[in-house]
C-alpha cells in the first residue's frame, strides 16, 4: 500500500460524458501527478501540482483539466469523453515534486468509455 | 529533451536464471533514471533511481542497476530470478529544469518459467 488513494476504482459511461477522478496523497506530500495508460500510449504524464499550483504539464488534452485543492487532494476532470479516453489513470505523490522525488503511484482508476 | 527505449516489450527467464532488462536513455542534460515495477492491477511502486552519486544503483527485491553515461543505458538486473519476479517494468528518465517530466519508456513484461 502506497498510501496514494484513487476513487473510484472502476468507472464506466458514454461518450460525450464528464467524469471526475479524485486522489490523495500520502500525509505529508506535496505534489500530485497524474498519468494515463493505455496499451496503445503506454504511460503518459498528463499534468503535475505542487502545494496548490500547476508545475509541470504534459500530453493532456484539452478537455480534460485537473486542479489541487488545499487539503492537497487533486482531481482529474475529463469531459466530451470519446472511446479513446478508455485508459487507466494513475495519481502518484511526491513530497516536494523534485526531479528526484521518489513518486508513489495510487492503484489507479480505470476508465471504460462505451 | 529526454526520451527513453525499453528493448523487448517482453522477456522471458527461467526461475533462478540472470534477469536483464535493457534501457537506453536519450538527455541533453545529465539524467535521472528510474526503475519502476508493476504488478497486476496495482499500481507503479519505485525499484531504484539513479540520481547521479555511485554509478552502480542498488534497489528492492534485490535488483540493481548501472548508470554507464558512454552507453546512455540503465540496465535493470538481478541475478537470480523469482517466480515474484513477473511483472511489468519500466524504465524512465529525468532531467533539466526543475519543470522537467518524467518521461517513461514503453515497459518491459517479465515472464518467469518454472
Known amino acids: 500500500d502506497s498510501g496514494v488513494t484513487q476513487t473510484p476504482k472502476h468507472l464506466i459511461t458514454a461518450t460525450g460524458q464528464r467524469v471526475t477522478l479524485r486522489c490523495s496523497p500520502r500525509?505529508?506530500?506535496?505534489?500530485v501527478y497524474w498519468y494515463q495508460q493505455s496499451l496503445d500510449q503506454g504511460l503518459q504524464f498528463l499534468i503535475q501540482y505542487y502545494n496548490g499550483e500547476e508545475r509541470a504539464k504534459g500530453n493532456i488534452l484539452e478537455r480534460f483539466s485537473a486542479q489541487q485543492f488545499p487539503d492537497l487532494h487533486s482531481e482529474l476532470n475529463l469531459s466530451s469523453l470519446e472511446l479513446g479516453d478508455s485508459a487507466l489513470y494513475f495519481c502518484a505523490s511526491s513530497v516536494v515534486g523534485a526531479r528526484t522525488d521518489t513518486q508513489y503511484f495510487g492503484p489507479g482508476t480505470r476508465l471504460t468509455v462505451l | 529533451a529526454q526520451s527513453v527505449t525499453q528493448l523487448g516489450s517482453h522477456v522471458s527467464v527461467s526461475e533462478g536464471a540472470l534477469v536483464l532488462l535493457r534501457c537506453n536513455y536519450s538527455s541533453s542534460v545529465p539524467p535521472y533514471l528510474f526503475w519502476y515495477v508493476q504488478y497486476p492491477n496495482q499500481g507503479l511502486q519505485l525499484l531504484l533511481k539513479?540520481?547521479?552519486?555511485?554509478?552502480l544503483v542498488k534497489g528492492i527485491n534485490g535488483f540493481e542497476a548501472e548508470f554507464k553515461k558512454s552507453e546512455t543505458s540503465f540496465h535493470l538486473t538481478k541475478p537470480s530470478a523469482h517466480m515474484s519476479d513477473a511483472a511489468e517494468y519500466f524504465c524512465a528518465v529525468s532531467g533539466g529544469s526543475r519543470d522537467d517530466k518524467i518521461i517513461f519508456g514503453k515497459g518491459t513484461r517479465l515472464h518467469i518459467l518454472p
Open positions: 500525509s505529508g506530500d506535496l505534489s
Open positions: 539513479y540520481t547521479s552519486a555511485a554509478t
